[in-house]
C-alpha cells in the first residue's frame, strides 16, 4: 500500500485566501484524522472521521476551518479565509478502528499563509 | 493544564547512552499508550504501543506504564544517532472519546556520535 497521501506538501498562500488540503487514507481504514503541528502547541486534533461521518470537531479552531470525507478514500480541509497564524503544518491519518489501533501519518503538508 | 504533559526538550546525549523520555497524564481513564517517533519533516510513526500497566520490551527500546503515577516512560538503550528524532507520547482509553488519542508535546531528543 502507498500510504496515507496527502496533497499539496507545500502551499504558501496570502492573508484572506482559501486553502484546501486533501488526503487519501490507506484503503480499507475506517478512521480518518486531520491534525496541526506547530512548535507551540505540538500536535492537535481537529477533527475525526468514523465511515466518513464526523465524530469530533472540537479541535477545529473556528468556522474558518471546515472538513469534509465525500467517500471513504477522499477527505479535505478547507481554511477560508486563511490567516497568518494558520501557518503550520498539517497531518491526515488513518487508522482500522478507534484510538487502540495504530494511526497512520501521511507526509504532511506545510502550510505558509503571508 | 494539559492532560497530557512531555518536556519539549531538547535532550542531546553521546552515541551508546541511555535515554529515558517521560510524560504525566491526569486523566485516570487512560488505558491505551503510545510513543510514536518523528522524523524531521516526516509525519509520526507508531514506535512502541502498551495497554495498561506494566512493561514492554522491542529490541533496544523499553515503554513503562506506571498507572499509580500517572507516569509514562520511554528508555533507549545503547543509543544511536538514527535515534535523533521528537518522540511523542500518546494516550487514549474507555471513558473518553474512543476515536480520540491524547499527544504530548513532544521531546526532540539528538544523539551525537
Known amino acids: ?3 496515507v497521501i496527502q496533497s499539496p506538501r507545500h502551499e504558501v498562500t496570502e492573508m484572506g485566501q482559501e486553502v484546501t488540503l486533501r488526503c487519501k487514507p490507506i484503503s480499507g481504514h475506517d478512521y ?3 491534525y496541526r503541528q506547530t512548535m507551540m502547541r505540538g500536535l492537535e486534533l481537529l477533527i475525526y472521521f468514523n465511515n466518513n461521518v464526523p465524530i469530533d ?3 477545529m479552531p473556528e468556522d474558518r476551518f471546515s472538513a469534509k470525507m465525500p467517500n471513504a478514500s477522499f477527505s479535505t480541509l478547507k481554511i477560508q479565509p486563511s490567516e497568518p497564524r494558520d501557518s503550520a503544518v498539517y497531518f491526515c491519518a488513518s487508522s482500522l478502528g478507534g484510538a487502540s489501533e495504530t ?3 501521511g507526509p504532511g503538508t506545510r502550510l505558509l499563509v503571508l | 493544564q494539559k492532560e497530557v504533559e512531555q518536556d519539549p526538550g531538547p535532550l542531546s546525549v553521546p552515541e551508546g547512552a541511555i535515554v529515558s523520555l517521560n510524560c504525566t497524564y491526569s486523566n485516570s481513564a487512560f488505558q491505551y499508550f503510545m510513543w510514536y517517533r518523528q522524523y524531521s519533516r516526516k ?3 507508531l514506535l512502541m504501543y502498551t495497554y495498561s500497566s506494566g512493561n ?3 529490541g533496544r527500546f523499553t515503554a513503562q506504564v ?4 500517572k507516569y509514562i516512560s520511554l528508555f533507549i538503550r545503547d543509543s ?3 535515534d535523533s528524532a521528537t518522540y511523542l507520547c500518546a494516550m487514549s482509553g474507555p471513558g473518553s472519546n474512543t476515536g480520540k488519542l491524547i499527544f504530548g508535546q513532544g521531546t526532540t531528543l539528538q544523539v551525537k556520535p
Open chain 2, 56 to 58: 514492554k520490551e522491542d
Open chain 2, 80 to 82: 544511536q544517532p538514527s
Open chain 2, 43 to 45: 509525519g509520526p510513526e
Open chain 1, 57 to 59: 470537531d472540537s479541535g
Open chain 1, 32 to 34: 480518518l484524522f486531520w
Open chain 1, 1 to 3: 500500500d502507498a500510504g
Open chain 2, 66 to 69: 506506571d498507572k499509580s503515577s
Open chain 1, 103 to 105: 494511526q497512520y501519518f
